[in-house]
Nanobody, 130 residues
C-alpha cells in the first residue's frame, strides 16, 4: 500500500502559478505510473498529467499541455505538478494517484495513458478566480 499526501493547493488569480506536491510513502514504487487528477463539482475525475515509474515517460491532458509540468523526485519520493498560466476552468479538487502494479483496490478508477489509476491521496483544492 502506498500512502499519498498532497500539498500546495490554494486560491490563485487567473494567469498565476501554483506547484502541487505529492509525497509517497510505504513500499517503494509498487506502481506502474503516478499522476495528478482533478475533479470539478458534479463532474467525473479526470487525468491531468502522469509519469511512468520506470521510464519517466510523461503524458498530459490536452487542456494542460504547455502550461503544466509533472516532475518526479526519486530522492524525495515526491511528485510535483507545476501549474502555470492557470485558468478558471482549472479549478477543482486535485488528487495524486497511482496505477498499482498489484491487485487493484476498490477505486474509484480512472483510465489515463493506458493505465488504470486506483490509489488516491485525500485531494487538495485549487481555485482559480479573480
Amino acid at each position: 500500500q502506498v500512502d499519498l499526501v498532497e500539498s500546495g493547493g490554494g486560491l490563485v488569480q487567473p494567469g498565476g502559478s501554483l506547484r502541487l506536491s505529492c509525497a509517497a510513502s510505504g513500499h517503494t514504487k509498487p506502481y506502474y505510473a503516478i499522476g495528478w487528477f482533478r475533479q470539478a463539482p458534479e463532474k467525473e475525475r479526470e487525468g491531468v498529467a502522469s509519469i511512468g515509474a520506470t521510464d519517466g515517460r510523461t503524458h498530459y491532458a490536452d487542456s494542460v499541455k504547455g502550461r503544466f509540468t509533472i516532475i518526479r523526485d526519486d530522492l524525495e519520493n515526491t511528485v510535483y505538478l507545476q501549474m502555470n498560466h492557470l485558468k478558471p476552468e482549472d479549478t477543482g479538487l486535485y488528487y495524486c494517484g497511482t496505477a498499482p502494479s498489484g491487485p487493484l483496490p476498490s477505486g474509484p478508477y480512472v483510465h489515463f495513458d493506458g493505465w488504470v489509476f486506483a490509489s488516491w491521496g485525500q485531494g487538495i483544492q485549487v481555485t482559480v478566480s479573480s
